[in-house]
């Protein structure tokens, strides 16, 4: 609104007759000064100084630095580091950081009693939200609830690889493999999941790297259903564990962490039906009759390219040439990608591939089983929510109560069967 030839802002409140009647998209778009109620769908609801991501120029820095140089030159740990505490490490503090991860790597047999219990055709994401939960039985001497011990956090990060790595191993028939801490945290898991009793194991240095800089990518998001999740569980005062859990359960569905694996679903059938892509760019544009969707592009929140998917495309080329992979659903996710951005529609909507297009293709050529996909995002996202939690407890923020508008009927007689 102009009052006097200057901008003012006015509440619109959110599900009354007034939002009703504004288009919020567009006089955000054109005034940049409309605020949305907090309880309306999570986003733009919280202060935070760990993520910047500018959606419309397609920018994302963790702490200040570009995801790029990061993605580039930082390990998985630095990263975890700097948006945990805020900077990155000295060469001190990370070898103290480190060091402490490794000697958190084994988990207490007692989990493992319940894992073993589980089916072996478990999806891994429910065996992983269900033992992170459990951690919190098993650990509860580590809670901070004085802000002054971290053993939470590093038991965290040091254990969650090694919980992934036991479904796939079950999955396979094969024994669990207990971690290697003279290893960096990458090569561990992949020992932990790739080395068999019989068989000697080299850790493929280009995998460890691809697998780092995947995990870099993933490292946090700003606010999205998981990472939300995880605040808001927390901002009861629940422990880190159980907050971690929720947010492993929410990153799961295919609307957030599972995307990934839609993408390769939808690439193989492409490949299975001929990968003729311009047939299913057709499908796409016409997504109500034909029900098709275009899975991996587009983002609620970038309408640009979203920074981490042009890495990971740079990323799936690299590994698959210098591991010497040839997976043809790379030629047709590129196809899609290059026609999809030379058409009309596409453009119009600014529908860009987003982090899920190419992740997938990585996973795979790393050996990675489709179902374990979302579990690599997790693994990735662990330091992000971890520091999230951390600076919603700091900031004291008040338990979450997101708001509710009443839709329902008003008051009727009860009159008995
Ligand atoms: C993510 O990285 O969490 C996803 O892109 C979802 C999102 O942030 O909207």
């Known amino acids: 609104l102009s009052v006097e030839g200057k901008k003012v802002q006015l509440p619109i409140v959110v599900g009354t007759e007034a939002e009703k009647a504004v288009d919020i998209s567009k006089l955000r778009d054109e005034t940049g000064f409309v605020t949305l109620d907090s309880g309306y769908k999570n986003t733009g609801a919280t202060k935070s100084a760990i993520t910047f991501l500018d959606g419309e120029k397609g920018i994302l820095n963790y702490r200040g630095y570009s995801i790029e140089d990061l ?40 989990v493992r009693a319940i894992f073993d219990n589980f089916p072996v055709n478990a999806h891994p994401m429910a065996t992983l939200s269900s033992l992170v939960s459990a951690l ?4 509860p001497d580590s809670y901070d609830e004085k802000g002054k011990d971290d053993r939470h956090i590093i038991r965290l990060l040091a254990k969650l690889p090694t919980i992934a ?61 998981s990472t939300s999740t995880v605040r808001l569980v927390g901002s009861s005062q629940a422990n880190l564990y ?46 109500k009759t034909t029900g098709f969707r275009l899975f991996g592009f587009g983002h609620r929140v970038y309408k640009n390219f979203d920074p981490r998917a042009k890495i ?6 690299d590994v698959l040439t210098k591991l010497g992979v040839n997976d043809p659903v790379l030629e047709i996710a590129k196809g899609l990608e290059e026609a999809a951005l030379n058409d009309e529609y596409f453009v119009a909507r600014k529908l860009y591939p987003n982090v899920d297009f190419y992740s997938g293709i990585i996973y795979r050529a790393l050996g990675i089983p489709t179902n374990m996909f979302t579990v690599m995002f997790a693994i990735g996202r662990l330091p992000g929510w971890i520091a999230q939690w951390k600076e ?9 109560r997101p708001r509710q508008i009443y839709t329902g009927a008003t008051l009727r007689d009860f009159v008995p069967m």
């Not at 919190?136 to 650990?139: C, D, E, L, M, T």
């Not at 990971?312 to 080329?317: N, Q, T, V």
């Open 71 to 110: 993605a580039a030159k930082a390990t998985f740990l630095e990263v975890a580091y700097l948006l945990i505490y805020g900077e990155l490490p000295t060469q001190e503090q990370y070898a103290e950081f480190e060091d402490s991860i490794r000697r958190h790597t084994i988990v207490n047999e007692g």
């Open 136 to 139: 919190s039985a098993f650990y």
């Open 165 to 225: 790595s036991w479904s796939y191993k079950k999955a396979q028939g094969h024994p669990v493999n207990y971690p290697k801490n003279d290893l960096d945290y990458c090569s561990n898991f992949l020992n932990m999941m790739f080395s068999l009793p019989v068989e000697k194991y080299e850790v493929d240095p280009v995998v460890a790297s691809a697998l780092n800089t995947l995990l870099i990518l993933h490292a946090d998001h700003e606010q999205n259903c």
């Open 242 to 287: 159980s907050s971690i859990s929720a947010g492993i359960s929410a990153l799961w569905g295919p609307l957030h962490g599972g995307a990934n694996q839609e993408v390769i679903e939808m690439l193989e059938a492409i490949k299975a039906d001929g990968g003729d892509v311009s047939k299913y760019i057709d499908m796409a544009k016409n997504a």
């Open 312 to 317: 990971i495309k740079k990323a799936a080329d």
């Open 392 to 400: 919603m407890r700091a900031m004291k923020e008040p338990i979450g």
